[in-house]
Nanobody, 126 residues
């Protein structure tokens, strides 16, 4: 049974930075793509970033390109999201997700993922 636990969320002022972490257990972490998604109140879930199993391929949503960086440490079974130049519109619950198929690459479709964390709140004040 896959377990994903996010951490690192919080309250930050606009222009600030946060680093989210996602710890994975219950599967061979290094075999699966990972992703970050977010959902703001009253809005649909939005793709943020994905990373391939090796970490060599990444994709980003248009709204975060150039500001967010996804990475992973397969030795620690952990994925990260470095968020810089945060804006109030980045306020949302951020979820990490683990890929459905080994070694498959995802360009950001939620259906590419079959395991999800509980989410961590990120609030950016203006």
């Amino acid at each position: 049974q896959v377990e994903l636990v996010e951490s690192g969320g919080g309250l930050v002022q606009a222009g600030g930075s946060l680093r989210l972490s996602c710890a994975c257990s219950g599967r061979t972490f290094s075999r699966y793509a990972m992703g970050w998604f977010r959902q703001a109140p009253g809005k649909e879930r939005e793709f943020v970033a994905t990373i391939s199993s090796s970490g060599g391929v990444t994709y980003y949503g248009d709204s975060v390109k150039g500001r967010f960086t996804i990475s992973r440490d397969n030795a620690k079974n952990t994925m990260y999201l470095q968020m810089n130049s945060l804006k109030p519109e980045d306020t949302a619950v951020y979820y990490c997700a683990s890929g459905r198929l080994p070694y498959a690459i995802s360009k950001g479709s939620a259906t590419d993922f079959d395991s999800w964390g509980q989410g961590t709140q990120v609030t950016v004040s203006s």
